[in-house]
């Protein structure tokens, strides 16, 4: 399964952007499709992971204003970021976890990274 993420750009605080990702492949089946974001000198984080049931956990910095949105039938999903900040530069990852039909080991799959910049 390979993923592939688009949407980022440069920005102005308060401003906002949409992030897309696009899983593609055959014979598989998605279990979730999550992102992640990585600052520069600082570790990979979580953003938005979906846990199941419907159930999307938000990381504390971005609570209230990014929003994740899937399309499993497309086999994509959304981050909606508003109201940006000079903290939310980052390259943005999408990660995907998925089977091949008939099987029960969940794989993972991780997207390029897309660059996000949000200027004063």
């Known amino acids: 399964v390979q993923l592939q993420a688009s949407g980022g750009g440069l920005v102005q605080a308060g401003g906002s952007l949409k992030l897309s990702c696009a899983a593609s492949g055959s014979g598989f089946t998605l279990e979730g499709m999550n992102w992640y974001r990585q600052a520069p000198g600082k570790q990979r984080e979580s953003v938005a992971i979906s846990s199941g049931g419907g159930i999307i956990e938000y990381a504390d910095s971005v609570q209230g204003r990014f929003t994740m949105s899937a399309d499993y039938a497309k086999k994509m999903v959304f981050l909606h970021m508003n109201t940006l900040k000079l903290e939310d530069t980052a390259v943005y990852f999408c990660?995907?976890?998925?089977?091949?039909?008939?099987?029960?080991?969940?794989?993972?799959?991780w997207g390029q990274g897309t660059q996000v910049t949000v200027s004063s």
């Open positions: 990660n995907a976890k998925w089977r091949y039909w008939g099987r029960t080991y969940v794989r993972e799959s």
